[in-house]
C-alpha cells in the first residue's frame, strides 16, 4: 500500500474556519499529490509537490495551499473552508522508477457546514 | 486536455470475462493510457498501463487500437472483488505525471 497514511479521516467544520489536512508517506518517495473527489465524479488535481519545497497548482487549486517542508509529509489547508470543498480529499504518491504509477492513501472525508 | 470517454455503467456475470471500452480520439502520440479502479469508500487502485503495444499483468490486459484512439481494458475472470468503478486516464508526457480523471465506468457484477 506504499505506506501512505491521510489524516485526519473525517473532519466536520464550519463556514470560514481554516482546516488542515495530512498526508505522511513512510517510503521517501519525490512526488506527491493531492486530489479531491465529488459524488458520481472522478478526482481532480488540486495541487502536488515533486520535492522539498517544490510545489505547484492543480486544475482545482482556488482556495486551497499546500506546504512540504519534509519528504515524507504533504499538507493541504483551506486557509476559510465554504460548503463548496465539502468532499472527499485524496493524496497520492508515484514511487520512484515507476513514476508512472500513483498510490492512493485511503481518503480524508470533510464536511464544511 | 486530452478527454476520455466511458459508459456510465456495464454489468458481468461472475467468472466471465469482461471487456471495458474507452474513447480517447484526441489522443496525442506521448500519452500514456492508464486505467485505475475504485472499489466502495477507498482509494483508487492502480490497473494497468501502456503506450502503444497491449500489456499484460496479473490484475488485467490492455488492448490498444492500432490507431491509439480507444482501448480496451480487459478482465479475463471477473469476480465479486472486481466489482468497482474503473477509470480510464490519459497522462500527458510532459505533465508532472498529472493524472486527468473522468467519470469512470461503474462495473457490476452478477453471482
Known amino acids: 500500500d506504499a505506506g501512505i497514511t491521510q489524516s485526519p479521516r473525517h473532519k466536520v467544520t464550519e463556514t470560514g474556519t481554516p482546516v488542515t489536512l495530512r498526508c505522511h508517506q513512510t517510503?521517501?518517495?519525490?512526488?506527491m499529490y493531492w486530489y479531491r473527489q465529488d459524488p458520481g465524479h472522478g478526482l481532480r488535481l488540486i495541487h502536488y509537490?515533486?520535492?522539498?519545497?517544490?510545489?505547484d497548482k492543480g486544475e482545482v487549486s482556488d482556495g486551497y495551499s499546500v506546504s512540504r517542508s519534509k519528504t515524507e509529509d504533504f499538507l493541504l489547508t483551506l486557509e476559510s473552508a465554504t460548503s463548496s470543498q465539502t468532499s472527499v480529499y485524496f493524496c497520492?504518491?508515484?514511487?520512484?522508477?515507476?513514476?508512472?504509477?500513483?498510490?492512493f492513501g485511503p481518503g480524508t472525508r470533510l464536511l464544511v457546514l | 486536455d486530452a478527454k476520455t470517454t466511458q459508459p456510465n455503467s456495464m454489468e458481468s456475470n461472475e467468472e466471465e470475462p469482461v471487456h471495458l471500452p474507452c474513447n480517447h480520439s484526441?489522443?496525442?502520440?506521448?500519452?500514456?493510457i492508464h486505467w485505475y479502479r475504485q472499489l466502495p469508500s477507498q482509494g483508487p487502485e492502480y490497473v494497468i498501463h501502456?503506450?502503444?503495444?497491449?500489456v499484460n499483468n496479473r490484475m488485467a490486459s490492455l488492448a490498444i487500437a492500432e490507431d491509439r484512439k480507444s482501448s480496451t481494458l480487459i478482465l479475463h475472470r471477473a469476480t465479486l472483488r472486481d466489482a468497482a468503478v474503473y477509470y480510464c486516464i490519459l497522462r500527458q508526457m510532459d505533465s508532472n505525471y498529472q493524472l486527468i480523471w473522468g467519470a469512470g465506468t461503474k462495473l457490476i457484477i452478477k453471482p
Open positions: 497520492a504518491i508515484s514511487i520512484q522508477g515507476s513514476k508512472e504509477t500513483q498510490y
Open positions: 509537490s515533486y520535492g522539498v519545497k517544490d510545489t
Open positions: 501502456g503506450l502503444t503495444s497491449n
Open positions: 517510503e521517501n518517495h519525490r512526488y
Open positions: 484526441t489522443i496525442s502520440g506521448t500519452d500514456y
